[in-house]
């Protein structure tokens, strides 16, 4: 008998089809059907009545079917986040529809915890959720290594979710010396051949530790007992393209779901997380050594004390990083004449220069041209606003001829193999300076950096961003905290506001009660934001967008507040014109129906939004 089934395409924003198939079929089993003659992914929603027109039929059932939990928080990150249910399916990898039985692997060699560290475990196993606190280089992974023991002794298996450039072959050989095969590594560079011997490992059952970014947290992993999110504060959990979920709060969601135990993870805890989340907390580092912190006055420059310093540092046998928050030679070119900056001609954003390349490439669209001989408007000198990364391995190359300079940015670590043989050489002390962005502040643990010179903080202070200065202060926190782990150390920073660094030296948590008090009745954890992004070729039809949307908005004036609505601040990428409407609103239902009230598909909803660009 012929039965009829409600659909879901995956990936597509294509709304609900029904199709017919003379099986029996369960919810949320993976089919195949025919779009326009061409084959496509669909997921089974439930069954329906005979509808009153023709169906096409069902092609293929596969092998696989969505977990309870994998679809209960696919309707929720595609209720929550506005985007259509296949796409939020999409996310996730299915199980196989024949489960094999687990077997019983074998747990870690045992590890030799501090007094203290066994105090943090006690706590953390006692509550569900929670945020472990604890400074660099107190031992958060001997930590999560004995949660994954605890939970493998239950038969039970674990998610440990990091930013992806923390997914380090030396992070591989820890898991791996504990426990052996049951880890399997995820992230982005895999191969396609290596993403499907993975992913046939974790069905069989094979696999109990999964270690990746925020893809892994949808893996069909086997009876999940914890997740951690390790450097929770890092903005790589949150999606910039449909679905727009944030993986730390997903986390969270699925981590009730599944009774599963979930810790968040930093040495510098977000606001909203330290606000809404019981805290476990290590006070020291493992190896307490004596740093000395030098401020400076000034940009984003290398000064004559920084040289000195660097190579002192340097004949003593110690390592040096030098931070910048700049990729490429320089953020813009512009002229001290007229003003003129040189920015793109389809996006409203100065391009960076790359001097090696001899070319300014927009980091937004990719546009690039070659370096401009003066002012395209009047002829004059043109200038640079700040150093990058190239233009500081330029200056020290040319102070320190004898010594071994790595850059360390996303325009040099392009691959997976790049950056283990640029961390290889570091660990091996064949580098002596490594001079970087923020990706130096992603958990890179070396004995022998006994300098860090930390440039360019007052630009992230200066960010029309109501983060801007938990991102400073939690960079300035990490970058210094890669220098002293296990001999004296000494940080230089150059700042023109050192007052405010000052008052929380040694004292982050002091920085979030600050930063809490000061944020009461604005921003998050207070409040709840909402971001409609509009796009548009013709900027007369985008402005018309934003006001009928702003009208549709204000009846419900007593539940959501308009905080803005007008021009993007990049009011141009790709050649289309960028509007914005921000919302705010103390209770998280409130805004949510109003956002629902309103959202038809013609703009872009952004729930919870770390990006004001």
Same mark, same amino acid.
């Given at each position: 008998?012929? %039965?009829?089934?409600? @659909?879901?395409?995956?990936?597509?924003?294509?709304?609900? @089809?029904?199709?017919?198939?003379?099986?029996?079929?369960?919810?949320?089993?993976?089919?195949?059907?025919?779009?326009?003659?061409?084959?496509?992914?669909?997921?089974?929603?439930?069954?329906?009545?005979?509808?009153?027109?023709?169906?096409?039929?069902?092609?293929?059932?596969?092998?696989?079917?969505?977990?309870?939990?994998?679809?209960?928080?696919?309707?929720?990150?595609?209720?929550?986040?506005?985007?259509?249910?296949?796409?939020?399916? #999409?996310?996730? =990898?299915?199980? !196989?529809?024949?489960?094999?039985? @687990?077997?019983?692997?074998?747990?870690?060699?045992?590890? *030799?915890?501090?007094?203290?560290?066994?105090?943090?475990?006690?706590?953390?196993?006692?509550?569900?959720?929670? @945020?472990?606190?604890?400074?660099?280089?107190?031992?958060? #992974?001997?930590?999560?290594?004995?949660?994954?023991?605890?939970?493998?002794?239950?038969?039970?298996?674990?998610?440990?979710?990091?930013?992806?450039?923390?997914? #380090?072959?030396?992070?591989? %050989?820890?898991?791996?010396?504990?426990?052996?095969?049951?880890?399997?590594?995820?992230?982005?560079?895999?191969?396609?051949?290596?993403?499907?011997?993975?992913?046939?490992?974790?069905?069989?059952?094979?696999?109990?530790?999964?270690?990746?970014?925020?893809?892994?947290?949808?893996?069909?992993?086997?009876?999940?007992?914890?997740?951690?999110?390790?450097?929770?504060?890092?903005?790589?959990? %949150?999606?910039?393209?449909?679905?727009?979920?944030?993986?730390?709060?997903?986390?969270?969601?699925?981590?009730?779901?599944?009774?599963?135990?979930?810790?968040?993870?930093?040495?510098?805890?977000?606001?909203?997380?330290?606000?809404?989340?019981?805290?476990?907390?290590?006070?020291?580092?493992?190896?307490?050594?004596?740093?000395?912190?030098?401020?400076?006055?000034?940009?984003?420059?290398?000064?004559?004390?920084?040289?000195?310093?660097?190579?002192?540092?340097?004949?003593?046998?110690?390592?040096?990083?030098?931070?910048?928050?700049?990729? =490429?030679?320089?953020?813009?070119?512009?002229?001290? *004449?007229?003003?003129?900056?040189?920015?793109?001609?389809?996006?409203?954003?100065?391009?960076?220069?790359?001097?090696?390349? %001899?070319?300014?490439?927009?980091?937004?669209?990719?546009?690039?041209?070659?370096? !401009?001989?003066?002012? !395209?408007?009047?002829?004059?000198?043109?200038?640079?606003?700040?150093?990058?990364?190239?233009?500081?391995?330029?200056?020290?190359?040319?102070?320190?001829?004898?010594?071994?300079?790595?850059?360390?940015?996303?325009?040099?670590?392009?691959?997976? *193999?790049?950056?283990?043989?640029?961390?290889?050489?570091?660990?091996?002390?064949?580098?002596?300076?490594?001079?970087?962005?923020?990706?130096?502040?992603?958990?890179?643990?070396?004995?022998?950096?006994?300098?860090?010179?930390?440039?360019?903080?007052?630009?992230?202070?200066?960010?029309?961003?109501?983060?801007?200065?938990?991102?400073?202060?939690?960079?300035?926190?990490?970058?210094?905290?890669?220098?002293?782990?296990?001999?004296?150390?000494?940080?230089?920073?150059?700042?023109?506001?050192?007052?405010?660094?000052?008052?929380?030296?040694?004292?982050?948590?002091?920085?979030?009660?600050?930063?809490?008090?000061?944020?009461?009745?604005?921003?998050?954890?207070?409040?709840?934001?909402?971001?409609?992004?509009?796009?548009?070729?013709?900027?007369?039809?985008?402005?018309?967008?934003?006001?009928?949307?702003?009208?549709?908005?204000?009846?419900?004036?007593?539940?959501?507040?308009?905080?803005?609505?007008?021009?993007?601040?990049?009011?141009?990428?790709?050649?289309?014109?960028?509007?914005?409407?921000?919302?705010?609103?103390?209770?998280?239902?409130?805004?949510?129906?109003?956002?629902?009230?309103?959202?038809?598909?013609?703009?872009?909803?952004?729930?919870?939004?770390?990006?004001?660009?």
């Amino acid at each position: 008998m012929k %039965k009829y089934y409600e @659909l879901c395409l995956l990936g597509r924003r294509a709304p609900l @089809l029904t199709y017919s198939s003379f099986e029996k079929l369960t919810k949320f089993q993976k089919v195949t059907v025919k779009i326009q003659g061409k084959e496509v992914d669909a997921v089974v929603l439930r069954e329906v009545e005979e509808p009153g027109f023709e169906t096409f039929p069902i092609e293929t059932v596969q092998p696989a079917r969505y977990s309870q939990v994998e679809a209960q928080t696919a309707f929720f990150l595609a209720d929550y986040y506005r985007c259509k249910i296949g796409e939020a399916f #999409t996310l996730f =990898a299915p199980y !196989p529809t024949h489960k094999t039985e @687990l077997e019983r692997l074998p747990t870690a060699t045992s590890i *030799n915890l501090t007094t203290e560290q066994k105090k943090a475990i006690q706590k953390l196993l006692e509550t569900p959720m929670s @945020l472990l606190m604890a400074p660099t280089g107190s031992g958060k #992974t001997e930590l999560y290594i004995t949660l994954f023991d605890t939970v493998m002794r239950d038969d039970k298996s674990a998610i440990f979710l990091m930013p992806e450039i923390s997914l #380090t072959p030396q992070m591989e %050989k820890r898991l791996k010396k504990h426990f052996g095969e049951a880890v399997a590594i995820w992230h982005s560079k895999l191969t396609k051949k290596r993403r499907e011997e993975t992913l046939e490992r974790i069905r069989k059952g094979e696999v109990r530790i999964v270690a990746g970014p925020r893809s892994a947290l949808f893996l069909p992993l086997r009876d999940i007992g914890c997740i951690v999110v390790d450097e929770e504060h890092d903005d790589s959990y %949150k999606a910039h393209n449909r679905p727009r979920y944030h993986a730390r709060d997903v986390a969270l969601y699925m981590g009730k779901l599944l009774g599963a135990k979930v810790v968040l993870g930093s040495a510098t805890p977000s606001v909203t997380s330290y606000a809404r989340q019981p805290v476990v907390r290590i006070d020291k580092p493992f190896i307490e050594t004596k740093k000395r912190f030098v401020f400076e006055k000034g940009g984003c420059s290398l000064t004559p004390s920084m040289i000195e310093a660097i190579e002192r540092h340097t004949k003593a046998g110690g390592q040096v990083l030098v931070f910048l928050p700049t990729r =490429a030679n320089f953020k813009y070119l512009y002229c001290e *004449n007229c003003g003129y900056t040189v920015e793109c001609p389809f996006c409203s954003v100065g391009m960076s220069l790359h001097r090696f390349r %001899k070319v300014v490439r927009c980091h937004y669209c990719g546009y690039a041209e070659k370096i !401009p001989e003066s002012c !395209p408007k009047c002829g004059s000198i043109i200038q640079s606003d700040r150093m990058g990364t190239a233009e500081v391995v330029e200056r020290l190359q040319e102070c320190f001829a004898d010594l071994r300079i790595q850059q360390f940015d996303k325009d040099t670590i392009t691959t997976a *193999n790049k950056l283990q043989k640029a961390l290889d050489k570091f660990a091996k002390k064949e580098t002596d300076i490594l001079v970087g962005t923020q990706m130096l502040a992603k958990g890179h643990d070396y004995p022998d950096i006994t300098l860090a010179i930390v440039l360019g903080l007052d630009y992230i202070l200066a960010l029309p961003d109501y983060r801007a200065r938990e991102r400073a202060m939690s960079l300035f926190v990490q970058i210094s905290g890669r220098a002293g782990r296990a001999r004296e150390a000494e940080v230089i920073v150059q700042t023109n506001q050192p007052e405010f660094f000052t008052e929380y030296l040694g004292d982050y948590e002091k920085f979030l009660k600050d930063e809490i008090a000061m944020r009461e009745g604005l921003y998050p954890p207070h409040v709840h934001l909402c971001r409609f992004l509009f796009a548009s070729k013709e900027e007369a039809k985008g402005q018309a967008e934003v006001a009928r949307v702003k009208a549709a908005l204000e009846p419900f004036g007593d539940r959501v507040e308009i905080v803005g609505a007008g021009k993007a601040p990049i009011e141009k990428i790709a050649g289309k014109f960028r509007f914005q409407i921000l919302l705010r609103s103390p209770k998280r239902t409130d805004l949510l129906r109003v956002v629902k009230a309103v959202d038809d598909g013609t703009f872009e909803v952004d729930m919870d939004p770390v990006d004001f660009a």
